[in-house]
């Protein structure tokens, strides 16, 4: 397996530089599904009217813009990212009709700067398997979130059917590669994105990290036969 780079700069730079076609590929390599599963992962935070939420490694601000508008204009949202020019695509995007407030922020997941029992819930979509220490990431979300709140996390990992296992490794390692070599023209960023999933491991990782930190009523739900994994758990 290769050993992947993780720290901060490293990882900034990679996102700055496929921000403005991020949005655009993971709709072609996805063929639309992540759509689905980012609403699910969303409909399961828990989002009342009026409260304040937090989205970690926002990215391009998609999921910080889909719990705005559940929040309503009383509530509040915060979308941080590493990634400077994420944040600026995230920035350029127009609210859906009654969102709430939004506030996007750079900042590093694994040292939020938020005090602790901030938040009514906290979202992390595609970020644990980029991060040098998920656990810490998910301590530090736990830390941020009131007692009662849940801690959301969307993310791909590795399949556990060898069939699929098999066919979604060999289009992780030529078919989303070139895809970035052809329509991002970063081949390089793409295939550090493959390689992040192939060594992230499987759903059970984060399953065991929830437990690790006694979240209760810990949930895991396996969308699109393991490719995407849902975890849900809520603060004590």
């Known amino acids: ?67 705005a508008k559940k929040v309503g204009p009383d509530g509040k949202v915060i979308g941080l990212d590493l990634s400077a020019r994420m944040l ?35 979202i992390i979509s595609y970020g644990l398997r980029n991060v040098a220490a998920p656990l810490q990431v998910l301590r530090e979300m736990q830390r941020v979130v009131k007692p009662g709140g849940r801690i959301v996390s969307l993310e791909l990992v590795t399949p556990g059917l060898p069939l699929v296992k098999q066919l979604y490794r060999w289009y992780l390692t030529y078919g989303i590669t070139s895809l970035g070599r052809w329509v991002a023209q970063n081949e390089r960023a793409y295939r550090y994105l493959c390689q992040s999933i192939l060594n992230f491991g499987e759903a059970s990782q984060i399953t065991d990290h929830f437990h690790q930190l006694g979240l209760a009523k810990v949930e895991c739900h396996s969308l699109s036969w393991g490719i995407a994994v849902v975890h849900l758990g809520t603060v004590t």
């Not at 700069?9 to 993971?26: C, K």
């Not at 699910?40 to 719990?67: E, K, M, W």
């Not at 995007?93 to 602790?116: E, H, I, M, T």
């Open 1 to 67: 397996m290769t050993q992947l780079t993780k720290d901060p700069e490293t990882i900034r730079t990679l996102f700055d530089a496929i921000a403005d076609q991020y949005d655009r590929l993971n709709t072609i390599m996805s063929l639309g599904i992540h759509h689905y599963w980012q609403k699910f992962a969303v409909n399961r935070i828990g989002v009342q009217p009026g409260s304040h939420f937090l989205d970690v490694c926002c990215g391009t601000g998609r999921i910080t813009r889909s719990l």
């Open 88 to 122: 600026t695509v995230a920035k350029s995007r127009k609210l859906p009709a009654n969102s709430g407030r939004v506030c996007f922020l750079q900042g590093d997941a694994q040292k939020l700067p938020f005090a602790a029992a901030t938040f009514d819930g906290a």
